[in-house]
């Protein structure tokens, strides 16, 4: 017989305790890692709020890191802009069941993109109408349908609402902001600083920061004639800030 290279049972467990101290420090460094990622990414971002009204008739509805809306359309029925993180959308059914509302309340979703954390709950709102705009179809459509592809500039009415859909491409191709209610919602193009300042969206996860800038500045352009409709600037990804004053300070830089 030749030697064995297994060692003895002390030199085993040595080796395997030296493994499992190398496992731990990977481990660490990961978790390490992933928190400095979305510390950087989101650790300047005002807090969201569950149920915080942002004008009459708009409430957030937050859903862990991420933020839908809730827009009064007409008695007893609702308008979304997205519909969260969450498949079985228990902050969204928690908020529609406070105003004694359920599923079928909601007649439409507008999608301000297609990553995953904006439309995770849409399937549990079949009778609703999804818009989005076309050029991010290709980024939703496997995963939630759109009956309603839209356009740069279109207004869409829902019951009492009128929702106005702006292209801002950058964070993704197809990225829209909607006016609704005296609220531009954001999506993921922009977010508000603890510090009361608008930051463009998060370079890491963005297809074309240096777009999204230019769409920011374009938007700004577009809306400083109509600021008196822009009462509230809500994001997915933090709490909201007042007026459109925000946006044009961000546009001057
Ligand atoms: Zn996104
Ligand atoms: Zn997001």
Redesign the pocket.
């Known amino acids: 017989m030749g030697a064995s290279t297994v060692g003895t049972p002390e030199e085993e467990v040595t080796g395997m305790k030296r493994a499992l101290k190398w496992l731990a420090v990977v481990v660490l460094v990961l978790a390490l890692a992933v928190g400095a990622v979305f510390y950087v990414a989101f650790g300047r971002n005002r807090p969201i709020v569950d149920g915080q009204v942002l004008t009459p008739g708009v409430e957030t509805v937050k859903d862990g890191f991420v933020s839908a809306f809730l827009l009064e359309a007409a008695p007893g029925k609702v308008a979304l802009i997205d519909c969260g993180n969450d498949k079985q959308g228990q902050a969204l059914l928690a908020a529609l069941q406070r105003r004694g509302l359920s599923p079928s309340s909601v007649m439409a979703i507008f999608l301000t993109?297609g990553?995953k954390d904006?439309l995770a709950g849409c399937g549990l709102f079949p009778d609703a109408q999804v818009y989005a705009l076309e050029e991010e179809l290709p980024l939703i459509a496997d995963k939630v349908r759109v009956t309603h592809p839209l356009r740069d500039g279109e207004v869409t009415g829902v019951g009492l609402l009128r929702v106005e859909a702006f292209a801002t491409p950058g964070?993704?191709p197809g990225s829209a902001v909607y006016l609704a209610g005296g609220v531009l919602f954001f999506g993921?193009s922009a977010a508000g600083s603890k510090d009361g300042t608008l930051m463009p969206a998060v370079r890491l996860?963005s297809q074309g920061p240096g777009q999204n800038a230019a769409s920011l500045r374009a938007l700004a352009a577009r809306l400083q004639p109509r600021a008196q409709e822009v009462r509230v600037l809500a994001f997915a990804h933090s709490g909201p800030l007042n007026g459109l004053q925000p946006l044009t300070s961000f546009a001057a830089q």
Do not use: A, L, V
């Open positions: 993109h990553h904006h964070h993704t993921d996860f």
